[in-house]
């Protein structure tokens, strides 16, 4: 706040810089413009982490993207495999089995209940509830370990591929995946103690960052931030892909806008994820888990596009082809992008320095999804 | 599913729509330059309330960049993507931030990796590179592996 | 593990070995592997080592993962920043070679262009348990009187 005395108020006007060495800030950059201790203007300068993704991938051939496409959102890999697969079969005509697609969604979900265990942890750190990341990276390595035994990689599985996935789900991988999805049903408790309805961390989080409804779709807000601001939209309902026409999706929204609900949001999607690979696991056919895709591929010339929800939203890829075993342009729209760089600046205007981590983190922001 | 949009449009812009792909859920509108703005107006006040990206292609054999604006209605729950060509040689097209204020940023992405200048955008400044003096990096003559040769090749 | 930490500190090498504090800085996908050493699946607070926020209190660098040309200035500063002595890790094989961004217009290929690294770890990312024998080469080679710079 100002006061009358003007040396008093030439003090006052600060620039701070957030990050991107900054404990709260991940691979991030924002200079932060505050009058005391209330922000006036937030400019974001991402870039960090760009690697030109896009760019690259027009050098590769669809079997090599796919590797490549783990590393687009790196704290959700199978979201990006899941739309790189996709997009490259639709534009070469193809359609994986139904087991292979059974399997592709169950993976997803449980990258969907990994990556919100990684924003569990993080939004703890930016709240100064430390234990509360303590627990949930070391819950993490359950469903690391069982990437691990099912795909042969712990953080970057590269298990999809165009037709399909690499390898078959086993009896012993679903009786195991069953065991710690248990085992995160029983932590939920936990979690609900310690994290979520935990005073400090609600009145941490409560009337915070309130994203209205209005603002929400015109900076094209996606996934669980936007569903906490009352929009109930979700691809996996809206146009189901893979498995997802057989089940029944809960659809998890809020009413506030504010960062407490979103991480309601978050947390209602744990347990519904938990619910969907139960369901899949249920019905699962039995038969082939891939069709043929040569290392060399040709594509027909033409154009394919395909959006999925990753854990911080709607993940898209439009691919032009052009005849040969190589894209001719490949476009990602990362979640995070519309998040961190138009929606997070408007969002701290006028909040108060303390809270800009957990403003920041509650919309979970993936930099590299963001830079590419 | 988007009949009555596709009709809609067709009715209202006649020839300047070049090409319609109907799909189930989506449908793509190839237009022309003059009226993109306009299309992309009446899209807006139809529904498609949500716009995810804002993104180019390079035709170099052409000798024209392709924008894609890719649409989304939560209300109804269908796509529309319109795409309209520009001149590679000085490219340049309205901007439309006062449409979707979320259009700002994926603008100066595009501006920044392909060169494209998109008029009455507020900000172009360059967002993920930095002192960067080759030629827009996603143009299709900068070939990123002659490059990493030249730059790096002392790390070597 | 027990003899790393000893139960009487009797020489300044022991004790910093002992107490190593890492600079909180997540630079890229190599720091995922990461995670498990701060959370309670491999704990590193029980060999001493804590995150730091300031480059004033840190003594070890991690450079996990990729770093782009707008980020190894940042990174050089940093350095230069952290008093003596100081030891440098790199994680992963893009700080090594340019790993899979070998052919990308904005990633450098080796860290050590641009500052001295003390201990490679490889993999992409390198597992916790290559971390750990990592670290354990770390602390044992400070305890045997590596000065660092």
């Known amino acids: 706040m100002t006061t009358s005395d003007p040396e008093e108020n030439i003090i006052s006007f600060m620039t701070i810089p957030f990050g991107p060495q900054h404990p ?20 974001p300068h991402p870039g960090y982490l760009h690697r030109g993704f896009e760019k690259l991938m027009e050098y590769r051939t669809h079997v090599q993207n796919t590797m490549l496409s783990d590393r687009v959102c790196i704290l959700d890999p199978l979201a990006n495999e899941m739309g790189y697969v996709n997009v490259a079969e639709k534009a070469a005509g193809i359609e994986a089995p139904e087991r292979g697609k059974f399997i592709r969604a169950i993976m997803a979900e449980l990258g969907r209940i990994l990556s919100h265990l990684t924003w569990v942890g993080v939004i703890s750190y930016a709240v100064g509830l ?57 932590k939920l408790k936990l979690y609900d103690d310690l994290v979520f309805y935990n005073t400090t961390f609600m009145s941490r989080l409560e009337n915070v960052g309130t994203l209205s409804r209005e603002d929400a779709v015109a900076l094209g807000a996606t996934g669980p931030n936007l569903r906490a601001s009352g929009v109930s939209t979700d691809v996996r309902k809206d146009e189901p892909y893979d498995a997802y026409p057989y089940i029944d999706l809960e659809v998890v929204t809020g009413e506030k806008g504010d960062a407490y609900s979103r991480a309601l949001c978050r947390r209602g999607e744990i347990i519904a994820s938990l619910s969907i690979i139960r369901q899949l696991l249920a019905k699962m056919p039995a038969g082939d888990f891939k069709v043929k895709w040569p290392m060399t591929k040709k594509v027909p010339g033409g154009e394919a596009y395909f959006c999925c929800e990753a854990a911080r939203g709607e993940m898209c890829f439009h691919m032009v082809s052009d005849g040969s075993d190589k894209p001719y342009r490949v476009k990602i729209r990362g979640p995070s992008f519309s998040h961190a760089l138009a929606i997070f600046p408007r969002l701290v205007r006028g909040a108060q320095l303390a809270d800009v981590p957990a403003v920041y983190w509650s919309l979970d922001p993936c930099p590299a999804d963001m830079d590419r | 599913m988007l009949d009555d949009i596709i009709a809609d449009v067709r009715s209202r812009f006649g020839e300047s729509i070049l090409h319609v792909l109907p799909e ?27 716009l995810s990206d804002v993104s180019g292609v390079d035709y170099i054999a052409d000798g024209e960049f392709e924008i894609n604006y890719h649409l989304w209605s939560h209300a109804r729950k269908v796509r529309v993507t319109q ?13 439309v931030v006062d449409l979707w204020p979320g259009a700002q940023i994926h603008e100066r992405e595009a501006h920044e990796l392909f060169g494209i200048t998109f008029e009455g955008n507020p900000d172009l400044s360059p967002l993920f590179l930095e002192d960067w003096t080759e030629i827009p990096p996603f143009r299709k003559d900068f070939d990123t592996r002659e490059y990493v040769k030249k730059q790096y090749d002392d790390d070597k | 593990m027990s003899n790393l930490i000893p139960a009487v500190i009797r020489s300044k090498a022991e004790a910093s070995a002992a107490s190593l504090w890492v600079i909180h800085y997540f630079t890229a996908c190599g720091f995922l592997e990461l995670f498990p050493w701060v959370g309670s699946g491999y704990d590193m607070e029980r060999f001493g080592i804590l995150a730091v926020a300031t480059p004033r209190h840190a003594d070890v660098f991690i450079v996990a993962g990729y770093v782009t040309q707008k980020a190894v200035r940042r990174i050089q500063r940093i350095y230069d920043q952290m008093p ?66």
Do not use: Q
Request: proline share 5%; net charge positive.
């Open chain 1, 130 to 186: 430390e234990s509360g990341a303590k627990i949930a990276w070391g819950d993490r390595e359950k469903i690391i370990r069982l990437n691990e035994i099912i795909t042969g990689g712990r953080i970057y599985p590269c298990y999809f591929m165009p037709g399909g996935v690499r390898r078959d789900l086993s009896r012993e991988h679903a009786d195991g995946m069953a065991r710690v999805l248990d085992y995160m049903e029983e």
């Open chain 2, 24 to 50: 189930e859920r989506r449908a793509t509108f190839t237009v022309t330059r003059p009226v993109s703005h306009e299309v992309l107006s009446r899209l807006k006040a139809m529904g498609f309330d949500h």
């Open chain 2, 83 to 95: 795409k309209v060509r520009i001149a590679r040689e000085s490219p340049l097209i309205e901007s």
């Open chain 3, 84 to 149: 003596s002595p100081k030891y440098v890790m790199a994680l992963g094989s893009c700080p090594m070679t340019g790993g899979m961004y070998w052919d990308s217009y904005a990633t450098v290929k080796r860290i050590d262009k641009y500052i001295p690294v003390d201990l490679w770890v490889l993999g992409c990312p390198p597992k916790p348990e290559n971390i750990g024998h990592g670290i354990v080469m770390a602390m044992n080679a400070i305890k045997g009187g590596f000065g660092g710079h």
């Open chain 1, 24 to 43: 709260a800030s991940g691979h991030f950059h924002a200079m932060i413009k505050c009058d005391g201790e209330n922000v006036t203007e937030l400019t």
